[in-house]
């Protein structure tokens, strides 16, 4: 039997469905075994890094479905399922026409490339797609890449420091 997961936030939150409810759910049940193991949710320093890389990872690679591409990644590379599902947020429906935008202007300097700005989105068609599209996707895959780099070194990094502050308040006392 795999050993339970303490869910201290249920009193609280009488919405959020406790593992039972998630291990019951139909469209959930033929794969409840594997996304419900508790390594997935304990708050480890590896899971907790990974889940972070992952979550950095989807939310710049694809505009939509991101959390659940996450999960499926997060139970192939064991990582942390709430971590990798809140990072994904990074993206949302307010903040990505800046985050286009930031992508744009960082895949136009690494092409070297600059387009006039368009009038207007009235006149959208495949050469303004062509003439945007690139040097935006390169932007979202370098903010991808080195966002999950990026957060993986620093998870780690927060997290040693951590421990050898503990140690080190442990040995002064």
């Known amino acids: 039997m795999p050993p339970k997961i303490i869910d201290s ?9 406790n593992r039972e409810q998630l291990a019951q759910h139909p469209w ?7 996304l419900l193991d508790a390594q997935l949710w304990r708050f480890q320093h590896e899971a907790v890094a990974r889940g972070v890389a992952v979550g950095f990872l989807w939310a ?18 064991r990582a942390h399922i709430p971590t990798a599902a809140a990072l994904t947020m990074v993206t949302n429906p307010f903040t990505i026409g800046f985050w286009l935008w930031l992508a744009y202007q960082t895949g136009s300097a690494v092409l070297g490339v600059t387009a ?12 303004m797609l062509k003439t945007y599209g690139g040097p935006t996707m ?4 370098l903010f991808a890449v080195g966002s999950a780099v990026l957060g993986y070194g620093v998870v ?8 050898a502050w503990a140690r080190r308040q442990r040995r002064t006392q």
């Open 9 to 17: 936030a249920a009193p609280q939150r009488p919405w959020l469905p």
């Open 28 to 34: 959930l049940r033929p794969w409840a075994s594997r």
């Open 60 to 77: 710049f690679l694809i505009p939509a479905a991101q959390i659940v591409v996450a999960v499926v990644h997060c139970v192939w590379w």
């Open 116 to 127: 006039p700005a368009p009038a207007g989105m009235e006149n959208l068609n495949w050469d």
């Open 138 to 141: 390169l932007g979202m895959g």
């Open 156 to 163: 780690k990094a927060g997290w040693m420091l951590r421990v």
